[in-house]
């Protein structure tokens, strides 16, 4: 990295993790709730969650219409990953 760039950075850079910290699914959870955008989707929805498992890197990306509702859609979106490693897939 030159030093002119290096010299204009606020906080050092992280380190890349190459390897998962978890060994199982759905341990850990990284989620960023973002919201109120000003602009509405098609259908009505001001709020986005997103949802990563840190173990898999897979990423589910929820549109809410209310901030309320982040528990009640995240609660329905594990279950049925639950289900779905229950049944094998």
Not at 11 to 32: E, F, Q, W
Not at 58 to 74: D, H, P, V
Request: charged content about 20%.
């Amino acid at each position: 990295m030159n030093s002119c760039v290096k010299g204009k950075q606020v906080r050092v850079s992280s380190k890349l993790i190459k390897c998962s910290s978890t060994t199982k699914l759905l341990k850990v959870l990284c989620m960023n709730l973002c919201g109120h955008i000003r602009i509405q989707s098609p259908g009505g929805r001001n709020y986005m969650i997103v949802i990563v498992d840190n173990h898999s890197m897979y990423t589910w990306t929820l549109f809410l219409k209310e901030k309320f509702k982040t528990f009640i859609e995240f609660a329905r979106v594990i279950k049925q990953v639950q289900v779905s490693m229950d049944d094998g897939y």
